[in-house]
């Protein structure tokens, strides 16, 4: 929810809503679209791809019986938000608009009654102002309201591992579950991060996150019993995930382990959208960092440990030569627990079959623990 | 101020200074400029610099009405501490000369009628230990105590972003606010950050910090009401600052935000003097980063975050070819708060107007905040 | 000791370990070592190098009079754990069995009847599932448990700084104290961390560890007094080490600082087994980070603070051609302390002598601190 200076704000936005109405909504959005219409025409040489997403709250479940309130993005606007969001990938080349719809503000509570509104920053994409997502930059100075809509369009340019989020009372909605993946494949090269990078057989993206359950409390009550928000500054996370979910959670699911066969090359797309540095490690291989941030290294890197601090992106190569079952996890040790308990948290496995599909290590020992 | 043994220690001072003034300081200055006379001439072909700073206290002002007693440098005896210290700028080939003349020390109470006694790290300069400002290696084994000076002599040989803070109860005095910018320009290049990098049409020097309120005011209670000192491992800041400043603060200053015209190329020196990492975005722009710690980078890469550790700096180029206005900011987002309230802390903006001035973003929405 | 579901799991160990019994444990390291032995065979072109480690507690003294349990590893059965544990230095192409011998399980009280068990995961090394120390991915999917042995078996393939570490409950195992250094000299150039990398007159390893004492209390009562365990999430260190010294102990050792003559090129191999990053800053020189995680760089490049996240390594080269005393220490502040008082913790020293054996600044003017 917005900080305390929310009160005297709400005001000043129903001014600005008002302009908005008379100036009218459509029009602003037909100008930012213009103006970069030129530059966009040059670039555009593929698919027409039109996105929605919608914000919704849920519940998240945690292996030891917890349910922690959280918000996010959704493509379904009947479900609960997804956590991460539903990830976009589009081509090089795409013309791309990501409609944000909130029709159905999470935020908006009787102690807020306008709702904070919502945006979607594209981090990465280097987009004018008008499409980057910051309130403040954004026309009419604030978010997308509580029954507005409003189209976040680009071109596709460079190719590489991205991510949205919202920059709304960002602190707040980032930690709340507002996130997803944004890939860009490259043009005519599908099985490469990059032209030039080397092949892969198989790609997953890994949403790194953390998140302190006893602010997700505090901002729920803040919101629906009135109560003060949390004080940021004090963030201390209990639980680490991987695309949302917690070990042994993680590896139960076949997108968010991998899960190969003995001689593929693997592609993994980190994107740490949690608030402290995680330090990535994979048993069994060295991996080559061959880009970051969407952009190729000129001079790539083997490395076991991987840290990647918030809000970094590198993609990594994995050569799978070895048969058998290997951790990938985080090295910060106490972020492999879910709420201190070992282990849980951000670990999932690396699963390299033989050709005939057989493992060297039975899955069910794995369950055990 | 000094740890538990301070009392003990008074006496050892005593006999030290007595020393001193027996052999009589300005020898001990004379041998340590001698000794590395012959080096010094073969690359000084430049100016003789000459500096002196004093250590003072302050209050830091806060957005929200809080102060905040700290103590730093000032090249201004009868003015208040500046936080960061004055910005040390010289060129490749100066003499270089910087007096501490601590004259007034802060640290100095009825509690701690000795002071603390000061000195200056030139970080990253790599210095014969007379000139190294840790007091533990400088001649007679101790700081500059109240009623002494000292003078730190280098001859400047590589170009880069450095910085200086005192060495002295370093946990304590670097937290305090005793830290500023040093940058060595290139001969004969001074739009460039190296030579073979760049040229740039502006530059910007952005100190990052972090503190922590409450062990600001146990310090402060430690001095003059007898406390015991903080236990710097319980460190958690509250504040953050570029150029010493927060949030919204940090974008009335022309000098702590980024004001360029577009098609200009800006050169940013992030320099960390905190004791967290910060995760620094760029929104609008990718960057490119050249160099680090006063050396250029042989591969230099792309990003839109980077994660700089506690004392590291980089020299980022940003080409402003968008018209806009666009964030720059921490991306741990925790610390775009001022004493946990979003937005604050770490944020600044990147304003790019059009030829004419112009901005498509006006930037009265941005007080709106 | 396991969390929470130990109580559970102990029928469950008691029919593994019954049906490890029938088949035999011995049959299990025969056929894990066989299946690699046509890529062994390749490799191995050196000497065989057998070790054996235990497992043992201890209790750390700390300068200011405190003591911690903790345990670790060692290679005296009859001795304390040492922490770190024993360093393991091989050569490229020697074939290696590490033995664990789990003969006294310091986990194992009256609460924890069981004991934990234990693994060597050779940290860097990419070997089989059954060799890898997970002890999911273990044979029978546990740890070596009381009253078993396990034999590791690689052939050293790639010269570089590793190290090594218990997984078994890792969050608590690691932080009690069980890792060491494991280094892998190239074959036929033991001058040099790798192969057309700068020779080095000296060579240093330096295992950088962090501590929480209070966990490390709790830890002890859990097992000896029927507490509950740690929640590793509100990991807080307050004691920060040098190869398992705090300053000053740290630069009373010669093997924990560092000690040449002028000059001279000396190779650090920097281990960070904690679980917070640390900013290793060096005074007096810039160094050359020429490796890191086994692995030799393409693009090396010069820093003064080098950031280093959980279990990172990284080889970097100082020539040092200043003679005197110059710190190297942790930029992270708060862990320059011992329990939050500076100076302490991660901090030591770079002695750089005249070819006389002379130095210019005392040694005992560093004593007076």
Same mark, same amino acid.
């Given at each position: 929810m917005l900080q305390n200076s929310r009160a005297k704000k709400v005001a000043g936005i129903i001014l600005i809503i008002l302009a908005l109405l008379s100036v009218g909504l459509a029009g602003i959005l037909l100008s930012n679209t213009l103006s970069n219409s030129a530059v966009d025409a040059q670039q555009a040489n593929g698919q027409v791809r039109n996105f929605t997403l919608y914000v919704r709250s849920t519940w998240i479940n945690m292996p030891n019986g917890t349910k922690m309130w959280a918000f996010g993005y959704t493509d379904n606007p009947n479900g609960q938000a997804k956590i991460p969001g539903p990830s976009i990938v589009v081509t090089q080349g795409d013309t791309v608009n990501i409609t944000l719809n909130d029709n159905k503000d999470p935020t908006r509570t009787q102690f807020n009654p306008d709702g904070d509104g919502h945006t979607i920053h594209l981090h990465g994409l280097d987009l004018p102002s008008a499409m980057d997502g910051d309130p403040m930059t954004a026309p009419g100075g604030h978010a997308v309201m509580q029954g507005?809509?409003?189209?976040?369009?680009?071109?596709?340019?460079?190719?590489?591992?991205?991510?949205?989020?919202?920059?709304?009372?960002?602190?707040?909605?980032?930690?709340?579950?507002?996130?997803?993946?944004?890939?860009?494949?490259?043009? @005519?090269?599908? *099985?490469?991060? %990059? &032209?030039?990078?080397?092949?892969?057989?198989?790609?997953?993206?890994?949403?790194?996150?953390?998140?302190?359950?006893?602010?997700?409390?505090?901002?729920?009550?803040?919101?629906?019993?009135?109560?003060?928000d949390p004080n940021w500054t004090k963030y201390q996370p209990d639980y680490f995930f991987i695309n949302g979910k917690t070990w042994p959670d993680t590896m139960m699911d076949p997108e968010d382990s991998?899960?190969?066969?003995?001689?593929?090359?693997?592609?993994?797309?980190?994107?740490?959208?949690?608030?402290?540095?995680?330090?990535?490690?994979?048993?069994?291989?060295?991996?080559?960092?061959?880009?970051?941030?969407?952009?190729?290294?000129?001079?790539?890197?083997?490395?076991?440990?991987?840290?990647?601090?918030?809000?970094?992106r590198y993609e990594i190569i994995l050569k799978l030569d070895l048969a058998g079952r290997y951790m990938l996890?985080?090295?910060?040790?106490?972020? @492999?627990?879910? *709420?201190?308990? %070992? &282990?849980?948290?951000?670990?999932?496995?690396?699963?390299?079959?033989?050709?005939?599909?057989?493992?060297?290590?039975?899955?069910?020992?794995?369950?055990?623990?």
């Open positions: 507005q809509a409003y189209t976040y369009h680009f071109v596709a340019k460079y190719p590489g591992t991205y991510w949205y989020h919202c920059h709304q009372s960002a602190a707040e909605h980032i930690q709340m579950g507002m996130y997803g993946a944004l890939i860009i494949r490259p043009a @005519n090269a599908s *099985n490469q991060a %990059y &032209p030039d990078t080397p092949t892969f057989d198989k790609e997953y993206t890994f949403v790194l996150s953390d998140m302190d359950s006893a602010m997700h409390q505090t901002d729920y009550d803040g919101l629906y019993k009135g109560g003060s991998i899960n190969a066969t003995v001689g593929q090359t693997v592609l993994v797309r980190l994107i740490n959208v949690g608030y402290v540095v995680h330090a990535i490690h994979t048993h069994g291989y060295h991996f080559q960092v061959i880009g970051s941030d969407g952009r190729k290294l000129d001079a790539p890197y083997y490395k076991d440990t991987l840290s990647i601090g918030p809000a970094e996890h985080d090295h910060a040790e106490q972020m @492999n627990t879910n *709420n201190g308990e %070992y &282990p849980g948290g951000m670990i999932t496995m690396i699963n390299v079959n033989n050709p005939d599909g057989s493992n060297p290590v039975p899955m069910k020992q794995l369950m055990q623990r």
